[in-house]
């Protein structure tokens, strides 16, 4: 039997606030404290050996700028391709359709949107309600293929304020 794949579901960063500088949602930016304190986010994440083949995130500024971090930061240089199921207001069952086609690794990490991100999380384990994603949060989901139906197992969800504390 295979090893099973490792997702990494990943919040985006701290971006602009929504309102006249922002009309288009889907433009808007990270912020520099949220480029800042990201960035320490990932220190943490290399601080716990993670590593990743590839990384998918939504067509969104935001996201984009997210994955740009962790590709950056995270050993392995993994590149970044947009999965357009990932933006907003898709189902679970349409990500995983689109990213059981497109994948080509088994060490994956997914950067979305909440509550997209929550109810996949959920979706994935058999949860009965969607995981609370803060803005940088990570959750790591051991599953069996990703065409699979047997839930997955959760191995770790860290708020980015641990993340944080484990770069230092």
């Not at 949107?113 to 994603?133: S, Y």
Request: proline share 7%; aromatic share 4%.
């Amino acid at each position: 039997m295979a090893a099973p794949a490792e997702l990494y579901l990943v919040r985006h960063a701290i971006a602009a606030e929504r309102g006249d500088d922002w009309p288009d949602d889907d433009k808007r930016p990270l912020t520099e404290r949220g480029i800042s304190r990201f960035r320490e986010v990932v220190q943490g994440l290399a601080n716990l050996d993670v590593a990743v083949d590839e990384i998918f995130t939504s067509p969104l500024v935001r996201a984009k700028q997210t994955a740009d971090l962790l590709a950056a930061g995270l050993p392995g240089k993994a590149s970044v391709k947009i999965l357009d199921a990932l933006a907003p207001g898709h189902s679970p069952a349409s990500v995983l359709a689109q990213l059981s086609r497109t994948a080509k690794r088994r060490r994956i990490m997914l950067v979305g949107h909440e509550p997209d991100l929550g109810e996949l999380a959920a979706h994935l384990i058999g949860a009965g309600r969607a995981l609370p994603f803060k803005k940088g949060g990570v959750c790591r989901v051991e599953v069996e293929s990703l065409t699979s139906r047997r839930p997955a197992a959760l191995a770790w969800f860290m708020q980015p304020k641990m993340l944080r504390k484990l770069a230092r």
